[in-house]
């Protein structure tokens, strides 16, 4: 038993209150990031992307990293990472590692398990948009990023939405394609394009992970999440305008797919009706006025942040790991007082 205490309860520490803190210093950065961005509501989107990421991934990676290092003999960072040959282990800080490490690798194998791609449909009816769908994609080379990426399908209530992580396909209800006209569907598909370029599928994916190992911390950040998803959709529609999507087509084709869509997938649809009026104003307004890109939006967060990332993995091997130490003897009290 004690020597589980610290890979045991020190992995529900970190989860329980690292994790939470780490939320909320995200929070109050959160808060002012959204405050000095009142001129936009897509105002610096990948900073925020990445505080809400960084909360959960820095303090996960450093503890990893911490917990690998104290298994070693303590030797520099380049020496850990290429080789152990001589290294003594330690087995209670290799099991924290590896049980963190474990604990990540389920939650992200639910999320994945969790959003099945959807097949083509073999009916005439989704047959016949399919076709129609590639021929336009065949004439607009402005969509030429979908092509061999469109699957059509008889759900329905499905509408338009954006599936897989790492090689995404749009994925359209045939109904509603054949209810659209050409100059609708082809403004709707470039929406979807934008997720696509953007790599939202993925994005999300990770967002939901972050969320999903830090429950608690979730309450405190959950309503920055749902409003920088909806900032996202914004700037999509402002990115597929950029790229010569009619402002009008987009709009009338988001009114028109305004009802429930598949869970857990990037889509076009929206069932609250505040983000539909205001999805739906602001192309009027481009309507009238071309929009311009925010430079904030265009913030080379990405880089950044793997190089954050890669601090807090070597960091524990260039300096000491006074906080996992920390937990470590916090286990072990806990262990010891509830213990006869």
């Not at 265009?298 to 524990?316: C, D, H, R, W």
Request: one cysteine or more; aromatic letters at 6%.
């Amino acid at each position: 038993m004690d020597e589980v205490a610290f890979p045991v309860l020190g992995s529900a520490f970190v989860l329980s209150i690292i994790l939470p803190l780490g939320a909320l210093v995200a929070k109050l950065a959160l808060l002012g990031v959204e405050r000095s961005g009142r001129r936009g509501a897509v105002a610096w989107l990948p900073l925020r992307y990445f505080l809400v990421v960084s909360s959960s991934a820095v303090p996960l990676a450093w503890f990893f990293s911490a917990g690998v290092h104290q298994a070693e003999s303590g030797r520099g960072a380049l020496a850990c990472l290429l080789g152990h040959s001589r290294a003594e282990r330690c087995l209670e800080p290799f099991l924290f590692s590896a049980l963190l490490g474990c604990i990540v690798l389920a939650l992200w194998l639910r999320i994945c398990t969790r959003r099945t791609l959807t097949r083509q449909s073999a009916s005439p009816l989704a047959l016949l948009q399919k076709e129609r769908i590639e021929r336009l994609l065949g004439e607009d080379a402005k969509l030429r990023r979908l092509k061999g990426r469109i699957v059509v399908t008889d759900g329905p209530l499905f509408t338009l939405c954006v599936e897989g992580f790492f090689r995404p396909q749009v994925v359209v209800g045939a109904r509603f394609a054949e209810g659209l006209a050409v100059s609708l569907l082809r403004s709707a598909l470039a929406h979807e394009q934008e997720h696509i370029r953007s790599y939202d599928p993925l994005r999300y994916a990770l967002l939901d992970l972050a969320l999903a190992v830090n429950p608690l911390g979730m309450r405190l950040i959950g309503g920055h999440v749902a409003r920088f998803k909806t900032a996202r959709e914004l700037e999509c529609d402002r990115e597929a305008v950029l790229h010569g999507a009619e402002p009008l087509s987009l709009a009338e084709a988001i009114v028109r797919a305004a009802r429930p869509s598949p869970a857990g997938v990037v889509s076009l649809s929206t069932d609250e009706t505040a983000i539909l009026k205001l999805r739906v104003g602001l192309l009027l307004a481009f309507a009238e006025r071309a929009p311009q890109r925010s430079v904030a939006s265009k913030l080379a967060i990405t880089p950044l942040g793997f190089l954050i990332l890669l601090g807090a993995v070597l960091l524990p091997h260039e300096t000491d790991s006074t906080g996992l130490d920390a937990i470590h003897a916090t286990a072990e009290y806990t262990l010891a007082y509830f213990q006869p």
